[in-house]
């Protein structure tokens, strides 16, 4: 119930391409579901972040799609760059509650 | 600058030997984290603190201890009955709003010899 599974674990990408990384979840009472870029022996950043309230959320080239009746949410990186190389993990929680239920991250490669 | 320090950012400790690692926030965040990285495992919750002088375990508490004796510190020590401490830890920080927006510091690698 409080698990989020994260898929691929890890992903390889050519510059430009699109960058596709899926979470899924069973507890129905999460209600924000954040992202996360972690590059090597830094901690994790704040990416984006979505409530189930909207179906897609953009950020540059950074765009979150949720779909509540699948209980799916995905992280799409447009025109992925060398850059964007990091570990991405999604999360989520129930607004109020104190803790976040991270997926097991996906490490992401995008060669030049 | 506002944000999480986390000090040292490497350190080496021998079997049996307690450690303590440090950390700060400015960002006046009533909330403080702690979790462990270990390779493809996530991020894994080992204690949280929601108000000074008050803290709770997460889902790692085994081997470890903290204090909040100051809004801007959390200290996390490994002791020695954590049986597999080498990992990478985190210090995070969450202010009031409704939603979870936690905030990481640069995190310390814990290494056993």
């Known amino acids: 119930q409080q698990q989020v599974k994260q898929s691929p674990q890890s992903l390889i990408v050519q510059k430009g391409g699109i960058s596709i990384i899926n979470c899924a979840y069973e507890?129905?009472?999460?209600?924000?579901f954040p992202w996360y870029q972690q590059f090597p022996g830094k901690g994790p950043a704040l990416l984006i972040a979505i409530r189930p309230d909207v179906s897609e959320k953009k950020e540059g080239r950074f765009t979150i799609s949720f779909n509540k009746s699948a209980k799916q949410f995905s992280l799409h990186i447009m025109d992925s760059q060398p850059g964007d190389s990091a570990t991405y993990f999604c999360?989520?929680?129930?607004?109020?509650?104190?803790?976040?239920?991270f997926g097991k991250g996906t490490k992401l490669t995008v060669n030049p | 600058d506002g944000g999480i320090t986390q000090s040292p950012k490497y350190l080496f400790r021998k079997e049996g030997q307690n450690v303590t690692l440090s950390c700060e926030q400015n960002l006046n965040h009533d909330a403080m984290y702690w979790y462990r990285q270990d390779p493809g495992q996530g991020l894994r919750l080992i204690y949280y603190?929601?108000?000074?002088?008050?803290?709770q375990k997460g889902d790692i508490a085994e081997g470890y201890s903290v204090s909040r004796e100051k809004k801007e510190s959390f200290p996390l020590t490994v002791t020695s009955a954590q049986k597999n401490p080498t990992a990478f830890y985190l210090c995070?920080?969450?202010?009031?709003?409704?939603?979870?927006?936690?905030?990481f510091g640069p995190g310390t690698r814990l290494t056993v010899l």
């Open positions: 995070a920080s969450r202010g009031q709003g409704a939603y979870n927006e936690q905030f």
């Open positions: 999360a989520a929680s129930i607004v109020g509650s104190e803790k976040l239920v």
């Open positions: 603190s929601q108000i000074v002088n008050d803290f």
């Open positions: 507890n129905t009472a999460f209600d924000y």
